[in-house]
């Protein structure tokens, strides 16, 4: 089981240029299983960090361990902590003062005394109802929708929002290796353009990486050498940004002689060799002018 969900209605109102507009929203409530394993492990992964940071907070006297005296302090730094993990009103901290009396002999001219220390520790606790509470509601999602259930169903609905991530994927590409940025031009035609130009590219990178990534689960086989730090890792899902990665270094050397032209290309590897063959490509183009110039060059 994918997804385990019901659905149900509302009515929205907004103000739109003086108008007062009424419309019927749908409201997906959507279990995910999947999301809900995930997200409990977070959770107890989270709060085991957090009992352990605290409790590091105050460690038993000793040399060079930090004590401390003030408790408004303590209490900032456990603050600190759960904030940190995300864990605020899950954990209960008791903190606890402790009074350690150490007597100093006389030492020539300095009298004797007692020495008293104060200390503050403290004590963690999980709060099992509270945690109960959130563990009940990991997993959950609400989407809303004003399609009608006869163009969108409950379940294509869930899988149009499943597929969200990827889209929002696309658009971090627009803004990264495509390098869409605040656009300072006068025209509006000129904007338009550049970004229709850019979602061409866009375009380009989503199919190789399909291409690819299909090739390779119907080969049974996976990609390796295109991290650098990790030669011998190996992925089915390669993106299109590595496979470009992989082709950086090549070389073009063309030389002009009488009557004829020379041209080089640094040899391919191992790995750019089965990367053109999974896209379909030859690993050679012809290039020069047709007839007795024509030649065939390695990419």
């Keep these: ?37 995930q997200t409990r492990r977070g959770l107890a992964q989270r709060l085991a960090g957090a009992e ?26 456990v603050q600190h902590i759960l904030k940190r993990y995300r864990v605020v009103g899950l954990l209960a901290v008791s903190y606890h003062q402790e009074v350690a009396e150490q007597a100093i002999r006389q030492y020539g001219e300095r009298l004797g005394r007692r020495e008293v220390r104060v200390r503050y520790v403290l004590r963690v606790q999980r709060d099992q109802p ?13 989407y809303v929708s004003n399609a009608p259930v006869q163009e969108l169903p409950l379940a294509q609905g869930v899988w149009a929002y499943r597929g969200a991530p990827r889209i929002e994927r696309d658009f971090h590409r627009f803004k990264g290796p495509l390098g869409i940025r605040p656009l300072y031009v006068q025209r509006e035609d000129h904007a338009k353009g550049l970004v229709r130009l850019l979602s061409l590219a866009l375009r380009v990178l989503t199919l190789m990486e399909h291409i690819v990534r299909e090739r390779l689960k119907g080969a049974g086989e996976k990609l390796k050498g295109l991290y ?6 190996e992925t089915g899902h390669p993106t299109t940004e590595r496979l470009l990665q992989a082709f950086r270094g090549i070389t073009l050397t063309v030389v002009h002689l009488p009557g004829q032209t020379i041209r080089h290309v640094t040899p391919l590897s191992q790995l750019q060799h089965r990367i053109l063959a999974l ?8 290039a020069g002018q047709p007839g007795p110039m024509r030649t065939w060059l390695p990419w």
């Design 130 to 142: 509270a945690i109960t509470g959130v563990r009940r509601l990991l997993g959950w999602r609400l």
């Design 228 to 233: 650098a730090g990790n030669p011998q890792r």
């Design 279 to 286: 896209l379909g490509l030859p690993a050679c183009l012809p």
């Design 52 to 77: 352990e940071a605290l409790l590091a907070l105050t460690p038993p006297r000793g040399r060079g361990k930090r004590q401390w005296t003030d408790l408004a302090a303590l209490q900032e730094a």
């Design 1 to 37: 089981m994918l997804a385990l969900g019901y659905e149900t209605t509302r009515w929205q109102e907004a103000v739109v240029e003086g108008e007062r507009v009424t419309w019927e929203e749908r409201v997906l409530v959507v279990y995910s299983p999947t999301l809900a394993r």
